[in-house]
């Protein structure tokens, strides 16, 4: 079989990747990545159709469809052999339903890419679809669609599905459930839809590897030129989305969590999605969403109105698109929301008076932002971006696909065209809020979301046509941050500089800083980070403390955000962050611009004082971002409770509403503030990029304390902590508890309705405190005592063993819910395990005693595995281990988690790999007896209740079980993990 060459894409001359573009005799249209430093290899088949192809009457086809290839084809017929074979050898897989496309994709080892993509081909090739296997991957789809239903964005998509015409796409519940897919003749359909859609003239593929691309090219043609093609297209879309005179319409929707939001969708005639080098919908998304001066966020943010303002595309397929507004209200802005729809359409109106040529210079920062970024590209991970060029590839020439972000055209009639569209004749209107409770007169079919819609009155049409102008409302000034010098202070080295171990050193140990620095030697890019901690014992100290220094970053970052949002668009960003040690400040971006970004926002948090109208407003955000955080979903509430019961000072958000109960004031947010940057601090300081080392010094030190001296230049920092002080955080070591009985190494039982009651554990139960969540949850935590290489090695190889087998046999087997976690952890320098599964059906009991089972089965099949398994195991995770950072904030994020971890031993990661590699099977089983098994275990379970299960919270414990009614009471009764300290000096 041959091939047709097509141009070769265009891509950035910071990229050093090769890449070829090509299009099989079946129709395939492929782009072959060759990079010859990567450790992972990756693919990504895409096959342009999605849900708007299902069959009216079996909702959900395409997405169960994407479930049911991973279980088995007619070569490889084993239910998880492609997935056993990706992460056996240190990959990832996963894959995606959308409205007109289905992505599948993976990472590996690239050593195994070959054997990879023989298994992988045959999702296209021979799926199986057994009897057995559909029956039972039905419930993971009504079990993911069970944890949707709480999703708030999920449920304003579905009443989207009920508004737009009946006889459109987009009317069709997508995810599908247990309801849609019980049909007699569901294997049938599933052979019928492959057969019909899955045809290579519809499909686009990306592959990336070490090897050189005419390889990489033999193996497209050896695995994929025998997809069949039956000259099938995607299926196309109208862009009506509703009927004649349906619009200007208002929906309004009670949500899952406490908040008042606004979203204004227009309908486009159009998808523009060929008119990628005008982008006059990103141009009118750009000024519409503009956050500076002038904006509509400012003036709305002023009125005391709104918190937030994002702009884009809604809903935005090749057939239509819908342009979409979205603010966040406050109380004040929910009672006054048709003021704030007029102030919209206001600004609308602006736009369209000031157009013109005159205003291309707004189009031209847009394009030089862009062209900077495509300059000096930072390089995507291997799966992330094989998945966005199989994309591309549907809907752009290959020539183009690296380059779509660019501009190129300003074209004032398509702007305009945009414009004229945006207004209130063609509005969809959402409002949500939980004022709405029982004032609404639908229900959503599938996710039982309360919603009402009514035609928006013709008086009020009026008002918004007629919206007044207001001076407040003007185009944004030129942005002076966009960076025009980008040279190099460092020869590059490339990645091997890691290999050489080359980490940051220490330049300054004072009482009052450690100050670290490493120059860019690797990435060739025009970039640095500045990352500052302001160590203090103030933050966390007390539940109030913390409220009210979260209350201070938010104002501050509230401001922030309209006073450096042009900071923002041209690459800068910064970043408040409390810790349980103080707060973190980390900016980034170009190092241009760098120094004087980093300066005037330190004058500001030094100047700081609290804003009276934005006061009550983010203290509300504040309070009810507490309130929603008891909404999540259980799995994320019991693994959030399980460091909670384990970890000292951690306060629990009952604990911080607990402080709202007594008037908070601003001067005591405006003394938290100068407080925490200023009194009784210690700084950690990292900074790294193409900056010289003076550069750094002159840089931190211009704003920042670092050393006790007069200098009243600087603004922030200034009486050093002293050492009795400083925060240490402090894990509680539970204490093994005798088991009632000796428990046998048992299988899973054949019904899996039975259970393994599991002894001589610490328990918690919690109710579900969403009223309508069905999920429940189960998380299990094993600690594994204080980090050391060879204990980390241990216990990541553990895990790594029991990954896929635990996903297969709770997930695919058992199918006891949608999401199965299973993870190595470690906070405060102590170590755990986790293994965590949520559940639309079954109570956590149940989930708590199915992973006890299968940990014991595991035990025996551990103790059978052969030599060269055991192997492929450590291979697969030094692959992960090796896997070197692709841009400079991940390995800048890699060196501060040493440095603030007290540790700063940046080649931790080479005494794991040499750890691993001298690990025997033995031990790793003696590890698994001692923290899963023995008597000396020290385990955690949390246990969380839903909807269904929640008379069960109650119900007596196991004999031989800890419960744990009061967590302050029991962290004070426990022993502690000792603190790890480190001679910093000695780095010098």
């Known amino acids: 079989m041959s091939v047709t060459f097509t141009e070769v894409p265009v891509k950035s001359p910071n990229d050093r990747r090769e890449y070829r573009s090509i299009t099989l005799d079946n129709g395939i ?71 007109e496309t289905t992505d599948y994709y993976f990472d590996i080892d690239h050593a195994f890419l070959h054997g990879a993509l023989d298994r992988f081909a045959q999702f296209f090739l021979g799926p199986l679809f057994t009897e057995t296997a559909t029956d039972r991957e039905m419930h993971a789809v009504d079990s993911e669609h069970c944890r949707n239903i709480q999703i708030d964005a999920r449920r304003q998509g579905a009443v989207f599905t009920q508004i737009c015409r009946k006889d459109h796409p987009a009317s069709k519940f997508s995810t599908g459930n247990l309801q849609t897919l019980s049909v007699p003749d569901l294997r049938e359909q599933l052979l019928k839809f492959h057969s019909t859609y899955y045809s290579a003239s519809i499909m686009t593929l990306s592959i990336l590897g070490r090897e050189n691309l005419d390889q990489l090219q ?142 291309q210079w707004v189009y031209a920062e847009e394009a030089q932002i862009a062209l900077n970024a495509f300059n000096f590209k930072q390089q995507e991970e291997p799966m992330d971006l094989v998945q966005h060029l199989a994309e591309e590839l549907i809907y752009y020439p290959p020539k183009d696909i690296l380059s779509t972000s660019l501009f190129w055209d300003f074209d004032t009639d398509l702007i305009r065209e945009i414009l004229d569209q945006l207004v209130p004749s063609n509005l969809l209107l959402y409002v949500v809020a939980k004022d709405f409770e029982g004032q609404t007169d639908r229900t959503e079919k599938y996710s039982s979301v309360p919603f009402a819609s009514s035609k928006v009155p013709e008086a009020t049409q009026q008002a918004w046509e007629h919206a007044p102008e207001s001076q407040d409302l003007y185009m944004p000034r030129p942005n002076p941050f966009i960076p025009t010098q980008f040279g190099l202070k460092a020869p590059i080295m490339g990645l ?158 009952d604990e911080k509403l607990a402080v709202f109960e007594n008037p908070v004031s601003a001067s005591e947010v405006e003394r938290m503030v100068h407080t925490i940057f200023r009194e009784d601090v210690k700084l950690d300081i990292l900074a790294m990029g193409n900056i010289t080392e003076q550069e750094a010094l002159d840089m931190v030190s211009s704003v920042v304390k670092i050393a006790p001296t007069p200098d009243a230049s600087v603004v922030l920092g200034s009486r050093p902590m002293p050492s009795s002080c400083y925060p240490y955080n402090r894990m509680v070591d539970l204490p093994p508890l005798p088991r009632t009985s000796l428990q046998s190494l048992i299988p899973p039982p054949a019904d899996a309705s039975e259970m393994v009651p599991e002894t001589g554990i610490y328990s918690r139960r919690l109710a579900n405190l969403n009223p309508d969540d069905l999920n429940s949850a189960s998380v299990i935590t094993f600690m594994c005592g204080m980090e050391y290489p060879r204990a980390n090695a241990l216990l990541t190889l553990a895990v790594e063993l029991l990954l896929e087998p635990a996903f297969y046999q709770l997930r695919t087997v058992e199918q006891l819910g949608y999401v199965v976690q299973r993870y190595a952890s470690c906070t405060d320098n102590v170590i755990s395990m986790k293994i965590a599964v949520q559940s639309g059906t079954k109570d956590p009991v149940h989930l708590e005693s199915r992973i006890w089972a299968f940990l014991h089965a595991f035990r025996k099949d551990l103790g059978a595995i052969s030599d060269e398994d055991f192997n492929s195991s450590v291979q697969s995770l030094v692959v992960k281990k090796e896997e070197k950072p692709h841009t400079l904030g991940k390995l800048v994020h890699r060196f501060w988690t040493h440095i603030t971890e007290h540790r700063a031993d940046f080649d931790r990661i080479f005494q794991e790999i040499k750890e691993l590699k001298t690990l025997t099977k033995a031990e790793v089983i003696e590890f698994y007896d001692k923290i899963i098994l023995s008597d000396h275990r020290k385990v955690l379970s949390v246990l969380v209740f839903g909807k269904a299960h929640r008379a069960l919270v109650d119900a007596p414990a196991p004999a031989g079980t800890h419960l744990i009614t009061d967590h302050v009471a029991f962290k004070r009764s426990m022993p502690l993990y000792p603190v790890y300290t480190d001679n910093i000096a000695s780095r010098l």
Not at 50 to 56: I, K, L, V
Not at 81 to 98: L, V
């Open 29 to 99: 249209k492929a782009i072959l990545i060759s990079d010859s430093e990567t450790t992972k290899a990756a693919a990504c088949l895409c096959v342009n159709v999605g849900s708007f192809a299902d069959p009216p009457h079996i909702a959900g086809l395409a997405h169960f469809l994407e479930h049911m290839l991973f279980l088995g084809t007619s070569k490889y017929p084993h239910e998880n052999e492609y997935s056993a074979y990706i992460q056996n050898h240190g990959g990832n897989k996963n894959a995606s339903t959308s409205q």
């Open 218 to 359: 033999n193996w497209v043609l050896e695995f994929f030129s025998g997809i069949p093609s039956n000259g099938c297209v995607s299926p196309p879309v109208s862009s009506q989305l509703f009927e004649p005179q349906a619009l200007p319409l208002e929906v309004r929707i009670v949500p899952v969590r406490h908040f008042r939001n606004m979203r204004l969708m227009w309908p486009l005639r159009s998808s523009y999605w060929d008119k990628w080098r005008q982008k006059p919908t990103r141009y009118v998304s750009h000024l519409l969403g503009h956050e500076g001066s002038g904006s509509l966020l400012s003036l709305l943010k002023r009125r005391g109105w709104a918190n937030s303002l994002e702009t884009g595309s809604f809903r935005e397929t090749k057939g239509y698109c819908v342009l979409n507004c979205f603010i966040t209200l406050t109380e004040t802005g929910f009672e006054a929301r048709n003021e704030v729809v007029s102030l919209v359409f206001s600004y609308l109106d602006m736009l369209r008076r000031t157009l013109g040529p005159d205003k």
């Open 496 to 653: 091997e500089v890691l290999d050489r171990r080359e980490y940051p050193r220490l330049i300054m140990h004072t009482p009052l800083t450690n100050f670290w620095y490493k120059e860019d030697n690797i990435y060739g890019q025009p970039r640095a980070r500045v990352y500052i901690r302001f160590v203090t014992p103030h933050v966390y100290s007390s539940p109030r403390n913390f409220v009210l220094s979260d209350i201070g970053v938010n104002l501050i970052e509230d401001r922030l955000d309209e006073v450096f949002y042009g900071a923002r668009l041209a690459g800068l960003e910064v970043g408040f962050q409390l810790v349980v040690s103080g707060i973190e400040m980390k900016v980034s971006g170009y190092n241009d611009k760098i120094a004087i970004f980093l300066k005037d926002i330190a004058a500001f948090v030094s100047q700081f004082q609290v804003d009276s109208v934005r006061f009550p407003v983010i203290q509300e955000k504040v309070q009810r971002d507490y309130k929603n955080a008891r909404l999540d979903q259980p799995i994320s509430i019991a693994t959030l409770d399980s460091i909670t019961c384990m970890r000292m000072n951690r306060w629990t958000n």
